[in-house]
């Protein structure tokens, strides 16, 4: 563990943004929750991580500490940049929950999209299929495209409804089966969006 | 723990900050008294300056009306709408150079080199004289000088535009505290009352730019949720059609083509620009151009000109639609709408407007003023004055690196809110490898040649490992000011990586240093300059004053040596007039001034005898 030592007076700062000793701003050292006082869950009430957002960045933003020394200011934008990334991240429930899965260590960058899900081969050939004989000029397979771009919208939806209640599961008791289960949904809502773009892209 | 450790400025003395409305047509200078923000006037009492720059004879460089005068009688020693230069390339704005009577130099491909007089200057150095003109204004207004300023920039400005503006602050002598969006400017100065809270869109229709932005008020909090615009759509491509018409209209009316006469041009374009002034209160005007003799006359009624400039207005709807589908909002959900820019007085653009945003647009604030008043209020927050305000500004365009094939890998979305930051891990492909490029653009498309290329950097020094060992963890980070930083840190030795930036439009760091240095050493030639013109209208003065006393009365009185000094002096002083040298010519007007005393004297007496003859002394 990195002992965390207060630049200014050198004791544990003891606070999040401020020391608690000496009142100077600190390098942000925390997770996005932690940075907006939040408990790592990702059902969020959007008025409630506005009004924080609002209150912390009256607090750290750079206009605030224009008329103090370089090394104040530096930090004030560190932490402002990380206070924005944080709101933004933390507002949307897709990059919230991909965050959360980042800090249990089901990194996004690990999901491989061009791996199909065994439940969607059939659709995913079907569309191919149809997507082909569209590019070479048949028009008859129009209908299937279209059907087929209401099939993977309606199966969005229906994996945003899974979603919520897994999010209310991670919520309820923090087990990691429900991380996975939101891991394995996000990757395989990746996969039904470039289908729709696809289905939608081949669209008249 | 409180907050009252960060925000106690009491004992400090408030900074002097002007907010400065660097425009394409029109610049505009403000500041912020202890209650509202202020425009400075000159000492004619105007508030606006022109935002043109021209050399006089002599080789002094004038900004604002003083090179009004010189674009209307040697266009082409005058330079105006720089602010569709900053930032570009030559082959960016081929379009515009075709109509500007100013001449571009060669090698303008990362910077464009503008040919003024017997100077070559690059755009921030053209909107520096801008900037050095407001910064008089205000130093004579407040009597001390004036060294830190806001300015506003277009939304939609990219990196290059903004450092090129920032650039231009720094060769004026200006320390640029922040760089505000002006669209955002504008809506500091309309919400300045605390209580208003909603979402408010601001239509902001330039000279040269078009910016929409959407913002949420809350508190004192302004929250930009969504910008979007073009950087090249504005009053000037109106004020273009009209003179194309008009053009075609003397081709066939005089059977001349004024396109070759650069100030017939320039004559026209006020005329133009007159006209579309009226139509703004009327609903048919006329085109009215005398020129050598010659009349043109040409109606124009509202109808035709709105059938002219639709698609113009068209132009500005699908920025304005793509911003409300980014704030993640409905037309229905904006409270107000807030026009700014000189162009949102046409009548069809206000009636667009309403009808995109289903409001009655706020007209209130006049349309030339409220951004450079927004910028007095951003610099009132800087100095302390305003602390209960804070803005809360986006990033316009989407920030990426380039990755194998061309395929650009965004790291920072638009209209993230700024400062934002993204961190990206890179390593090596190959055993040893020394360096790694990285090519960062801006832009919203999937290719890198589609979007615009801002720098390359260039990680140089890594140690040297087997290839894929090394982890440099490059921090991207966008400034208050929309501005790119890079940092780089290779993660096993820990070291700060080098990072050397090659800007691919503007101006490199030390390109800036040089262009001060000689602005300081152009602003002592013209100082010179100008100390030479003075000392030698006050020649002028005495040498006349001189001649003419020597066939008064007086000069008969004066002895032979003194009769002669004064020849002497006299002739000294015709010689000196011709140096290069106002000191030697103040020297000898001294001498000339000496030695002409007495006869000063003389005349003085006889004047005096005059007026006293015939009087008693008693009536003196």
């Given at each position: 563990m990195i002992l965390n030592l207060c630049w200014?007076?050198?004791?544990?700062?003891?606070?999040?943004?401020?020391?608690?000793?000496?009142?100077s701003l600190q390098a942000p050292v925390v997770d996005y929750f932690a940075y907006l006082g939040?408990?790592?869950?990702?059902?969020?009430d959007r008025q409630d991580l506005e009004r924080r957002f609002y209150e912390l960045s009256r607090r750290l933003h750079p206009d605030r500490f224009f008329r103090r020394p370089e090394r104040e200011r530096q930090l004030s934008e560190d932490a402002t940049a990380w206070l924005n990334d944080a709101y933004r991240t933390l507002k949307d429930p897709v990059a919230r929950a991909e965050y959360l899965l980042g800090l249990h260590?089901?990194?996004?960058?690990?999901?491989?999209?061009?791996?199909?899900p065994p439940e969607l081969l059939e659709e995913v050939f079907e569309l191919n299929m149809a997507l082909e004989e569209i590019r070479s000029g048949?028009?008859?397979?129009r209908p299937q495209i279209e059907a087929a771009r209401k099939k993977f919208a309606g199966m969005l939806e229906d994996l945003h409804g899974s979603l919520e209640t897994c999010f209310a599961e991670w919520d309820g008791g923090g087990r990691r089966e429900a991380l996975e289960k939101i891991y394995g949904l996000l990757n395989r809502r990746n996969y039904l969006r470039n289908l729709l773009r696809e289905a939608q892209g081949a669209e008249p | 723990m409180s907050s009252v450790f960060q925000i106690?400025?009491?004992d400090q003395p408030q900074d002097l900050i002007v907010g400065i409305?660097?425009?394409?047509t029109n610049s505009l200078v403000a500041y912020m008294d202890s209650v509202r923000p202020r425009i400075i006037t000159d000492q004619?009492?105007?508030k606006i300056v022109p935002s043109i720059v021209g050399a006089l004879p002599n080789g002094e460089i004038v900004a604002g009306r003083a090179a009004l005068e010189v674009l209307l009688t040697v266009p082409d020693r005058a330079v105006y709408s720089v602010k569709r230069l900053m930032?570009?390339?030559?082959s960016d704005v081929q379009d515009e150079l075709k109509l500007f009577p100013y001449h571009v130099a060669p090698d303008s491909e990362t910077v464009i080199k503008i040919e003024l007089g017997d100077r070559v200057l690059t755009p921030p150095e053209v909107s520096a004289h801008i900037l050095k003109r407001l910064k008089q204004i205000a130093e004579a207004h407040f009597g001390q000088p004036v060294t830190k300023a806001v300015i506003t920039v277009p939304a939609y400005f990219n990196d290059a535009q903004r450092q090129a503006t920032k650039d231009a602050g720094r060769i004026a002598?200006?320390?640029?505290?922040r760089l505000v969006n002006e669209p955002t400017a504008a809506s500091l100065a309309y919400g300045l009352d605390k209580r208003k809270q909603g979402t408010v869109a601001v239509y902001d229709l330039g000279g040269g730019t078009f910016d929409i932005s959407i913002l949420k008020l809350h508190d004192g909090i302004f929250e930009v949720l969504a910008t979007n615009g073009d950087?090249?759509?504005?009053g000037d491509d109106i004020d273009n059609l009209l003179i194309q018409i008009a053009l075609e209209d003397l081709a066939s009316e005089?059977?001349?083509?004024?396109?070759?006469d650069p100030v017939g041009v320039q004559l026209l374009r006020r005329a133009v620009i007159e006209a579309k002034h009226r139509l703004s209160t009327e609903l048919e005007t006329s085109i009215e151009f005398d020129y050598r003799g010659r009349q043109y006359n040409r109606v124009l009624e509202r109808a035709l000109f709105n059938r002219l400039i639709a698609p113009i207005v068209e132009r500005t709807l699908e920025p304005c639609r793509q911003a409300v589908e980014d704030a993640k909002i409905?037309?229905?959900?904006?409270?107000e709408v807030v026009l700014v820019g000189?162009?949102?007085?046409?009548p069809l653009i206000r009636e667009t407007v309403q009808v995109m945003f289903q409001k009655k647009p706020h007209?209130?604030?006049?349309p030339d003023e409220v951004v450079a008043l927004g910028a007095a209020v951003q610099a009132g927050i800087l100095s302390g004055v305003q602390q209960d305000m804070l803005l809360l500004d986006v990033t316009p365009l989407s920030l990426g690196i380039e990755t194998m094939g061309g395929v650009v890998s965004k790291l920072i979305h638009r209209n993230?809110?700024?400062p934002a930051s993204a961190t990206e891990a890179f390593t090596t492909?190959?055993?040893?490898?020394?360096n790694i490029l990285i090519h960062v653009v801006q832009g919203e498309r999937e290719m890198a040649p589609d979007c615009r290329s801002l720098a390359r950097f260039d990680l140089k020094d890594?140690?040297?490992?087997?290839?894929?060992?090394a982890r440099i963890e490059v921090r991207f980070l966008i400034d208050a000011n929309g501005i790119l930083s890079v940092t780089a840190r290779e993660?096993?030795?820990?070291k700060e990586q080098s990072v050397e930036v090659k800007p691919s439009y503007g101006l490199s760091d030390q390109q800036v240093e040089a262009m001060i240095e000689e602005s300081i050493e152009q602003a002592e030639t013209d100082f010179q300059r100008r100390q030479l013109a003075e000392a030698r209208v006050h020649a002028d003065e005495i040498l006349a004053a001189t001649e003419k006393a020597m066939e008064h009365d007086a000069w008969l009185e004066l002895s032979e040596e003194e009769r002669a000094a004064v020849k002497r002096a006299s002739n000294e002083l015709r010689v000196a007039y011709?140096?290069?040298d106002h000191l030697l010519v103040r020297t000898h007007i001294d001498k000339l001034d000496a030695a002409t005393r007495s006869l000063a004297e003389q005349m003085m007496d006889t004047a005096v005898k005059e007026a006293l003859r015939g009087k008693k002394l008693s009536e003196v």
């Open positions: 200014n007076c050198g004791q544990p700062p003891e606070g999040v943004h401020f020391c608690g000793h000496c009142g939040l408990p790592q869950k990702l059902q969020i260590g089901l990194d996004k960058t690990e999901q491989k999209s061009s791996n199909v048949d028009e008859s397979a | 106690d400025f009491g409305d660097l425009g394409t004619d009492g105007e930032g570009k390339g030559v002598g200006l320390e640029v505290l950087t090249h759509l504005g005089w059977g001349e083509d004024l396109t070759k409905g037309v229905r959900d904006i409270d000189g162009s949102t007085r046409i007209t209130e604030l006049n993230s809110t700024i492909g190959v055993d040893g490898q020394k890594i140690p040297p490992m087997p290839a894929g060992m993660q096993r030795s820990g011709h140096a290069e």
